[in-house]
């Protein structure tokens, strides 16, 4: 079972909370009705995954408790859809610690090991659990990502995922380099690795601009970004602020993680990635206004979103 921790301050409350996860961890390992078996190929791709973790546990000196195999489950496109009610590739379930696959979506092997190892990274985030007044647990933190304690949006969330993609674009170029002679990767396969995610490459630019301005390597820098997934730390995010303004680091938290289909959050990603791609810091203070009067059109209409019956 992954590590978590729980930060209900009463202590009753916390071992409460703490077994409930444990409960909940123990039947993320049940296979699900119409889970189809691993095949002796999946199997061997599990291991191979766990044991490009293990290089970065070495990498960044923390311990990474192996991904189990029964909290991975293949289904069948029809079941995983009905199940989780996305049409997507895989994901990852942050309470029950399990990922769950769409089989039919993953038939090239390098796509399957890809969306793999990027849940196996969501599943290995720093973990704070949080039992509300109301008795229900949320994941106060995962990796980056802070979920408030009352209905608002998650915090850092796009910053999330733009780690979660670096980690994955390292261990997948490992992965081809050690395997896809094996598997047969074809050029598309390694062109696709190195692609970055709906965010392209704002992390890297942010590392750099911060290790100039340190005169820091860009590696110290990346890593302690990389690390701080797995660590929950997150004092680093201070240098953001340092190169971009006193605001930005509130405007890298509205980013989501670049799914969310509400025409406002398209609107607002556009802005804030234009934000952050201005070099002239005038220029960019001009702009935060307009970023935080667009977030509040966002909220609102994220809003009204859940108060409509689904
Ligand atoms: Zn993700």
Redesign the pocket.
């Known amino acids: 079972m992954q590590k978590f921790e729980v930060t209900n301050t009463n202590l009753e409350e916390a071992e409460m909370t703490r077994t409930a996860l444990e409960q909940m961890r123990e039947a993320g390992l049940q296979p699900i009705e119409g889970e189809l078996k691993k095949t002796e190929e999946d199997g061997k791709m599990i291991e191979e995954v766990n044991q490009l973790l293990g290089i970065i546990a070495e990498r960044f000196h923390i311990e990474i408790i192996p991904i189990e195999p029964d909290s991975i489950h293949f289904l069948p496109a029809k079941i995983f859809e009905d199940y989780t009610g996305h049409e997507i590739r895989g994901l990852y379930y942050v309470k029950t610690g399990c990922i769950l696959l769409n089989d039919d979506l993953l038939r090239n092997k390098s796509e399957r090991v890809d969306i793999l190892i ?1 849940e196996s990274l ?1 599943m290995l985030s720093h973990h704070k659990f949080l039992a509300r007044d109301d008795n229900e647990i949320i994941a106060y933190r995962g990796g980056y990502e802070i979920e408030p304690t009352h209905k608002e949006y998650d915090r850092l969330e796009g910053l999330n ?1 733009m780690v ?1 993609v670096q980690l994955e674009r390292i261990l997948m170029s490992i992965y081809a380099d050690k395997f896809g002679k094996e598997y047969n990767f074809t050029e598309e396969d390694f062109s696709r690795i190195e692609r970055g995610g709906i965010y392209g490459d704002l992390l890297s630019s942010m590392i750099k601009k911060i290790a100039d301005q340190k005169g820091e390597n860009y590696a110290t820098v990346a890593d302690r970004f990389l690390k701080g997934h797995f660590t929950g730390e997150m004092l680093h995010l201070k240098d953001i602020e340092k190169v971009y303004g006193p605001r930005s680091l509130r405007i890298l938290a509205m980013l989501d ?1 670049g799914h969310d289909p509400n025409p406002e959050m398209i609107t607002l990603r556009e802005m804030v990635l234009g934000y952050f791609r201005e070099e002239d810091a005038l220029r960019r203070e001009k702009m935060t206004e307009g970023i935080f009067n667009q977030f509040d059109r966002w909220l609102q209409s994220a809003r009204k979103e859940t108060e409509e019956p689904h």
Request: glycine share 0%; aromatic share 0%; hydrophobic share 20%.
């Open positions: 990027h969501h995922e979660v993680d």
